[in-house]
């Protein structure tokens, strides 16, 4: 029913859509490990500091790839907002 | 300052999130590909149909990789607004 060249560029953003969430599930595993060494060496959960930095860091990458840079902070927003839910279900195990 | 454990997965976090934005504005350019394709062909801008498979299919691919699925959804949400954006800015141009 779908016109091919529709059909085609679909499966590439469903081959695009696969390799982002691998990467996106390597980074909570990074994280993970950045929880459990800050809750081994009482360190703060939170580094408003580091945040920031990531934040512009992001930012001008997004630029530099001709992505909005609002919806690049709101990505990142998401993501650092999830690693901060999964540090929370780590820590009730 | 930092301690070089922390340090060491905060660089691996850097290297994941440029390898993110890359594949994201990947994406953007295939689906800026099926802005043009579909204005060319008079095709609907919206497809709530494909919109409703994608979901459903991230989501059982964030349960293999062990990524919340309430947290998959917003992202591809995310990710679909901004493409929906970036539709109508470019229409503007």
């Known amino acids: 029913m779908t016109d091919p060249v529709l059909q085609a560029l679909r499966d590439e953003i469903d081959i695009l859509d696969a390799k982002l969430l691998d990467l996106v599930a390597q980074r909570f595993e990074v994280t993970r490990r950045v929880g459990a060494h800050k809750r081994e060496n009482n360190l703060p959960k939170a580094d408003p500091q580091r945040e920031a930095v990531q934040i512009a860091r992001l930012e001008a990458m997004a630029k530099e790839r001709n992505i909005d840079p609002v919806f690049s902070a709101q990505l990142l927003r998401l993501i650092i ?7 929370a279900r780590e820590e009730l195990q």
Chains 1, 2 share one sequence.
Do not use: A, G, L, Q
């Not at 907002?81 to 540090?87: A, K, L, M, N, T």
């Open 81 to 87: 907002d999830e690693v901060i839910r999964d540090y």
